[in-house]
């Protein structure tokens, strides 16, 4: 694939493109690049069970690891048959986040790299308007899940509204499409950990909304952590606290985010879990080769 060809796959924004052409010409240390290219080929298609080491948390070179590593990824995905659909949504995620990096910092960089190597290691796929990073649990559940498991670790891109029916959509699309296509490693539920998940928003998030729809979708594992500034981030793309008092209160959301900090509270990361519905055929099948 040519580089033009790459960037659109990755879904790079028109104003990010420069700087990822410049990436590529390669004026930065190629040996470390080279170490995190080495890094995730030997975590590449295991599912997290060799985990990913990180020679570096230079996010640059991550991302330069990430565009030369794309077409293993492409040609991964084609020899195991999965669709082309599939593998564009995917990895169009690498560019929403090089866009999120701007959009937060005002400059070209990729801060969630941690994130995408989820997708350059083969874990994760976006089907319909959810993600989902097939890995096994460390832990039981009673009733849920036992430990070792295959479970669909679940995702919510920022890709426009949660509406329910996408997200019955995307549900089924995963059972079908993980069973074509892994059926060594059989799921029955999708775990999510989240900050939408905290228990204070089902309080504030009436179940006609999307987000108090998604929300009600999972039981509750009863596991939390103190995650301050989680919210925040997923809402206004800030970490910063001392930032409250400045923040819109626009909408239900926004309010029901700033309205806790404002009483010191801190908010939750919460871990649920849902059964998966019997799947539907998998998406449409495109022939990939298109993309090598
Ligand atoms: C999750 C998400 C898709 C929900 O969006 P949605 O479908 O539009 O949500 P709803 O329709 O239920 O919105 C309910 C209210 O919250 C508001 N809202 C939803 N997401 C918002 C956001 N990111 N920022 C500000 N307000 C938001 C809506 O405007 C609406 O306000 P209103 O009641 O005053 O009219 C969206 O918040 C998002 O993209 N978040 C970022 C991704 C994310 O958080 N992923 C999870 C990571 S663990």
Redesign the pocket.
Known sequence: MNTDELLTLLAIAEEDRDDCLALLRGDRDRTTVNEVLDALARSFGTFDEVPLDEPTKDELTWLHAFLLFTPTLVEWHRARGIPEDVTRDTLADVGRHVAISRRVTGEFGLQTWRWLTHHLTARIFALGRLQFALQRTKVAYAGAFEEGDWVLAL????SG???PDLVDESLSLASGFFAEHFPDKPVTVATCD???LDPYLVER?PAE????SFIRRFTPLGVTKDAPAEALY??FRTRDLSRVPELPRE????RAVLERADRGETWQLAWGYLDLPAGTAAPSREAVSSLA
């Open positions: 995702h919510i891109p920022e509204p949660l509406r989240s900050w939408m998030m909304t999307n987000v108090g997923f809402v909408t239900s959301l926004q």
